[in-house]
């Protein structure tokens, strides 16, 4: 094995550092030397170069034993910008984070059910409502679909699902409009990094994530990364073939059939009706049989069957995957709350060998948001540090 040439080393010194000071926040010297393995010298000639290359700021004098006091250094945040978009059919919500990850612009724009003008000019529109400082290194675009990296076209959607996305070159003339790199991700993807960031997934290197929501999805984490599959879509388990619901080959590829068409919201919606549950949707109507459970039976026997349909399907995935933990998010599963999830949780362990853990989502606001932007400023760090 060769050794380290003087750049690279200076290189992963640097990187050290920085990534020191991304985590703890400002340090002196001192610190920095310590958490690295650095001498004195090899640090402040570090701190050099990354004040010259702009990545440093000094951030003040800490006084410490009499008469003694250090330089305080941290990461320049107007160093890069990173972006996310959030895109629905019924709006693009847009997030711009500085290089420390600091929230600097928020955006919201309402897009009609037949949106005008082209789809790079809505992007741009939501992103610069946002209002970033500086143009960003980086944006990522969450989806309620998947790109297929065989092709580059976006899968999984129809063009009435994504009006204006089924174009040649996606990824290409979204980052020429947009005037940074793009990169297309699924939303339910991105939630589940999310809840591997800071949710209910923390530590865990093996998991699934169901979204149940009007939709369903599901995302696939194996050994810490994101399983797309061969075509981008690992985890499309609305189109699952599922006992007790039509095939594709009855209602066409494009219809509800398999899980979807099981545990869809209109048909939970349906099934808490025949019980006697009311409510103007599928996450009224559970929220109503979640909080009447404990002191009507009616109530209870329809969650429990909604729970028995969603744990028909999230046994097929434990049987193939063994996952150590699945991770339950969406409407119908948050309006269902605790109650639901000790059913779903009850009836998956009746069906499968495999025992994973079953766990609410713990990540605030918008999931597909923080996901997003987890993966814009990885992204953005990996080009402006050494």
Known sequence: MKPGTPSLLRAINDRAALE??????????????????????????????????GLVVLDGIREGLPGRTAEVYRINPAAAYAAALDVTPDRIEARVADLTGTIVGEYTLPTPRRPAGELVERLKAALDGAAAPAAPRHVVIGVQAAIDPTTGKLGYA?????????????????????????????????????????????GHDDFVLLWADEGLGAAVVLGGRIHRGFSGGAGEVGYMPTPGAPTARETGRTDDHGYQALTGGRAIHKVLRSYGVRGADFRQAITAAARSAKRSEEARAGLRDVAARLAVGLAAITSVLDPALIVLTGGAVQAGGETLRELIEHELHALTIPQPQVRMSAVEGNPVLAGALGLALDATREEVFP
């Open 20 to 53: 020191a000071l991304l985590e703890r926040g400002p340090l002196t010297r001192p610190e920095i030397g310590t958490l690295t393995g650095l001498s004195k010298p090899t640090a402040s000639q570090l701190l050099v170069r990354l004040q010259e290359a």
């Open 158 to 202: 129809t063009a009435k699902d994504m009006p204006g996305w089924q174009i040649p070159d996606l990824l290409p003339t979204l980052s020429a409009g947009l005037g940074a790199p793009v990169s297309v991700e699924n939303n339910v993807n991105l939630v589940a990094l999310a809840e591997q960031a800071g949710g209910a997934a923390m």
